[in-house]
């Protein structure tokens, strides 16, 4: 089992719950997918790069090694392989969303949570 990847409804929680982390979005706007209140949040939380502008925005920010990071892209590998990176760069709280921005558009279509 991978704890580093998330499932829609763990993501859909953080972005309701307004949880304090960086989302590094290497997909599509998500913003259209939810209400104002969630839009927001994405405002504070969300970073649109690609992925090999990651460790660059992680630097400028100056975001400690313990600092939550989610990652997404379009079918979950690349954001697989970024966390892996950035875990053996010695960030401890790097996640991404299993299946990507792909499965996230199915699930989504289909009205399921899991």
Known sequence: MNF???QRFQFENLIQTQAHFCFFNLSEDLRSWYGP???MHFDRV???CSA????????ERKFP??????I???????SAAKQKSLE????KNVYYIEGGTSKLRLEKSV???T
């Open 72 to 78: 997404l892209c379009e079918d979950g590998t690349t």
């Open 52 to 59: 090999d502008e990651i460790e660059k925005h992680l630097s």
């Open 37 to 39: 209140m969630e839009r």
């Open 88 to 91: 053996d760069l010695g960030y």
């Open 46 to 48: 969300e970073i649109r």
């Open 4 to 6: 580093s990847a998330l």
């Open 65 to 70: 090694k313990d600092f939550a990071i989610l």
């Open 111 to 113: 009205g399921k949570s």
